[in-house]
């Protein structure tokens, strides 16, 4: 699935990603809200106005999870463990919105990371995002 190259592109990618956790993730967010309305639904006890407390808190957790995931590929099944119960059956969470937001990372990403977003890169993420997402997915029933 992914090479060793890969790996390390993509471990180095979240771990820049980091100092701008709230940034990256709330903006991911936001233009999941916008492009995608109906996953609002999910979010409806909570304030999800552009940089709003909610919004920013929840960004850095998702781009803090990524990087957690990225450190830990090999064993991403068993470090989302916990996560992908959470997601699915406390939260209840589609498994389609994961794909949603999957593309909202990588137009933000390509935003931020300008000319160093390469075809590799590209891909490389591409990749982590829809294993990530798979893993999220596999409780939901």
Known sequence: ???????????????????VAEDIGSEALLRMFTTFPKTKTYFSHLDISPNSDHLRCHGKKIVQALAEGARNISTLATTL????????????IHPTNFKLLNHCILVTLACHMGDNFTPVAHAAIDKFLSAFSAVLAEKFR
């Open 1 to 19: 699935m992914l090479s060793n190259t890969e790996k390390e592109l993509i471990v180095q990618i979240w771990d820049t990603m980091i100092p």
């Open 81 to 92: 463990a916990p996560l992908s119960r959470f997601h699915a059956y406390l939260l209840r």
